[in-house]
């Protein structure tokens, strides 16, 4: 049964839904990507899709809107795919578990892929109407943007005519975004050397509890990073108690701060007791250094067994704990223009061990593209001390303002005119897709927009009902008057 079928407008929470019971977390968009396909066929649309899985339909402009220009509606159709550990749903396979409760859309267990499953659903309930007034319409849906733009980088945009684009990957209702962050992914490789001396006792340590999210949008929020967590607690503990690394991992995606993390630690016989002592009095510390910021912070520790033949040589965990402990994570500088904006971050996300190397990956951010070098300048000179290297990819650029955007201007003068008050015109730290496509398209006008999404990328992520229909009335009178 439909869980979202009683709910206005129809057609918007009916795509909505489809796009939920397809798994399309980054990496994963076989299966929606041809869903989107098969749409456009089905209703004889005109659409293009590429070996990225990217998908470009067309539709033509509805009587009396023959001779206005055309506009490009964009998203993307990944989503960041994170779930509770007691969650048993697969999401490489498995629908969402969709649920309402008030005013929100929420998936049980897990993310809901609000960012940015609701602008597919505009995109779609636009281009399958027969009653809603618009220009020619050229919907531009891509793939992993969640893992630093691939979709929007390969895309071909050579066939479009649009000179101006609603670029839906918002969260914010009554702000437009009309400029944004540069940014890039890189991977610190460590090396670590093993040795088969298995003497003594192992215990899993685990930091959690944190509150996670968007490694852009919530980054000045100073949320702990559980892994630079971890990384401290156990550098404190090294420092009174030997110990020898099994393994340490934590988070899921770069682009999301991380909320756990964990680590396999071998130490001597008769040394639990010193060790979990002196855990206890640093998840003690941390809870009151972080107690107005991270409420259900823990750091804990059980013994367990190891299916692992090795462990790290005391000389390796020296210096993964170092490694880790010096990382760049945060905010690294606030711009002097915009009050309050972060201009350069750089959120440590991914953490994992393997045979012969510890990998960090991190998501760098910045509004100016030379902070943003110099950062991973640091980051690599940082790996290279340590023996390591890195490896640079998924780089995108910047969004700058543009101060005669026409888009822009009708798109504040309609807001005021819809609901009686200003919109913000603001500048955002997380990175968004205009950047690249004003690379490809010169002379494009951006504006991206939305309705309110609380706490994206995680799993108590959650859609206001209220605010994607007013959203999408905002939508239709833009198509109609601008």
């Known amino acids: 049964m439909s869980v979202l079928g009683q709910l206005e407008p129809k057609k918007v929470y009916y795509y909505f839904e489809q796009i939920c019971n397809i798994p399309h977390g980054s990496g ?22 590429d070996a990225s899985n990217n998908v470009i ?31 048993d749903i697969n999401l490489e396979k498995d629908p969402l578990r969709i649920k309402t409760e008030g005013d929100f859309i929420f998936a049980e267990g897990t993310s809901l892929g609000g960012d940015d499953g609701i602008a597919v659903a505009y995109i779609l309930a636009v281009l399958d109407s027969e009653d809603i007034a618009h220009p020619r319409i050229e919907a ?51 090396p670590v050397t093993r040795e088969t001396d298995l003497d003594g006792i192992f215990l899993k340590v685990c930091a959690g509890g944190l509150l996670g999210g968007h490694s852009g949008t919530e980054i000045n929020k100073e949320h702990t ?76 520790c059980e013994e367990v067994r190891t299916t692992l033949s090795s462990v790290f040589d005391n000389g390796s965990t020296e210096n993964i704990l170092s490694f880790l402990v010096l990382l760049p994570n945060g905010v690294m500088a606030m711009s002097a223009d915009i009050d309050g904006l972060v201009e350069t971050s750089l959120n440590v996300g ?15 951010r910045s509004a100016i593209e030379t902070a943003k070098h110099k950062v991973g300048l640091q980051v690599d000179v940082l ?19 543009d101060p005669d955007s026409k888009l822009r201007a009708d798109m504040v003068r309609i807001y005021k005119e819809m609901f009686g008050k200003d919109v913000k015109v603001e500048a955002l730290h997380a990175g968004l897709e205009c950047g690249i496509m004003i690379a490809k398209i010169p002379g494009l006008d951006c504006v991206s927009f939305g309705p309110d999404i609380f706490d994206i990328h995680t799993t108590e992520e959650r859609l206001s009902i209220s605010s994607a229909s007013r959203m999408w009335d905002y939508l239709l009178e833009i198509l109609r008057n601008c």
């Open 57 to 87: 339909i067309i539709k033509e402009a509805t009587a009396g809107y023959e001779s206005a220009e055309p506009i490009i509606l964009q998203g993307h159709m990944d989503m960041v795919a994170v779930k509770k550990n007691d969650c």
């Open 383 to 401: 790996a290279k001390v340590f023996g390591g290297y890195t490896e640079t990819h998924g780089e995108y650029p910047g969004w700058q303002f």
């Open 225 to 300: 990073n559980a892994i630079k967590l971890l990384a401290v607690t156990l550098q404190q503990i090294w420092q009174k108690i030997p110990f020898r690394l099994v393994e340490i991992c934590g988070g899921e995606k770069d682009n999301a701060i991380p909320r756990e993390a964990s680590a396999v630690v071998c130490l001597p016989e008769g040394q639990k007791d010193a060790f979990v002592c002196e855990l206890n009095r640093i998840e003690k510390e941390e809870k009151n250094e972080k107690r107005s910021k991270e409420k259900n912070l823990f750091i804990r």
């Open 350 to 364: 991914i953490l994992k061990t393997f045979d012969n190397e510890v990998v960090a990956s991190s998501a760098i």
């Open 140 to 190: 531009v849906i891509t793939t992993d943007e969640e893992v630093g733009m691939e979709g929007a980088t390969a895309i071909d945009l050579s066939m479009l005519k649009a000179k101006r684009m609603l670029n839906i990957d918002s969260e914010e209702e009554g702000i437009l975004l009309t400029s944004c962050a540069g940014g890039m992914r890189m991977d610190c490789h460590i």
């Open 28 to 49: 994963n968009l076989d299966g929606i990507s041809s869903y989107l396909a098969s749409f456009a066929k089905d209703r004889g649309l005109f659409h293009i899709r």
